[in-house]
């Protein structure tokens, strides 16, 4: 079969200790899977977390630095721990990544009854590390998430305080989407949330494990 156009360039993210790629598929996002960080949003933490997802050209690879979006004068960072997801519905890695928000959009749409697409989907939305492949390690729970801006702490928290850990997570997706090799998941944001300004140095790491720096232009 021809192509009536040129097939997209795939989305591709290093893979720590290796040659090989990691060509991003689809990408899914988790909300409210902290509590402490749905108190601080003002929900109700009774509400079970909730999915939604940005288009893979949102995914910006380590070593880019990021245009400010926008329509916005509200830029938010959630650092997250990112699971990429391999053959047969399998855990094959994972990285750090960040969800950017433009919050008022997201406020408005809220009040308004409507999608949040705006707020969550442009250009530069997801940046993520390299991809860690999972070796043997099956527990999340003693991973630390890190984020600083200009070199002050401004979130921190571990994975053990997830409301979904990622084995159920995934478990949850698959019976909503059919979850494919190449797809990523942002597992959610713990508490401190907040603004970026133009010319803001951002750094995020799992502490030992894997980090990634970017620059708000």
């Known amino acids: 079969?021809?192509?009536?156009?040129?097939?997209?360039?795939s989305i591709t993210l290093p893979i720590q200790g290796s040659d090989n790629g990691f060509s991003v598929n689809h990408v899914y996002c988790v909300g409210?899977?902290?509590?402490?960080?749905?108190?601080?949003?003002g929900v109700d933490v009774k509400e079970p977390p909730l999915f939604f997802s940005k288009p893979n050209w949102a995914v910006v690879k380590p070593g880019t630095d990021i245009d400010y979006p926008a329509d916005t004068k509200n830029?938010?960072?959630e650092v997250?721990?990112?699971?990429?997801?391999?053959?047969?519905?399998?855990i094959f890695g994972f990285g750090?990544?960040?969800?950017?928000?433009r919050r008022d959009l997201q406020t408005k749409?809220?009040?308004?009854?409507?999608?949040w697409f705006r707020s969550k989907c442009f250009a530069g939305s997801a940046p993520v590390s390299e991809i860690i492949p999972i070796g043997d390690r099956t527990d999340f729970s003693g991973f630390n998430?890190?984020?600083?801006?200009?070199?002050?702490?401004?979130?921190?928290?571990?994975?053990?305080?997830?409301?979904?850990?990622?084995?159920?997570?995934?478990?949850?997706?698959?019976?909503?989407?059919?979850?494919q090799a190449g797809d990523l998941i942002f597992t959610g944001t713990p508490e401190g949330v907040g603004k970026l300004e133009k010319g803001d140095d951002v750094v995020i790491s799992i502490p030992e494990l894997v980090e990634l720096s970017f620059k708000i232009c």
């Open 96 to 101: 750090v990544g960040v969800d950017l928000t």
């Open 32 to 41: 409210r899977n902290y509590k402490a960080h749905i108190r601080e949003m």
């Open 145 to 179: 998430l890190t984020l600083t801006v200009n070199g002050k702490v401004k979130q921190m928290g571990s994975c053990n305080d997830m409301i979904w850990n990622p084995g159920e997570i995934m478990c949850e997706l698959a019976g909503e989407v059919p979850l």
């Open 109 to 115: 749409a809220k009040n308004e009854g409507k999608p």
């Open 80 to 90: 997250e721990l990112v699971i990429a997801v391999g053959e047969n519905m399998s």
């Open 1 to 9: 079969m021809t192509f009536q156009f040129p097939k997209p360039e």
């Open 75 to 77: 830029l938010n960072y």
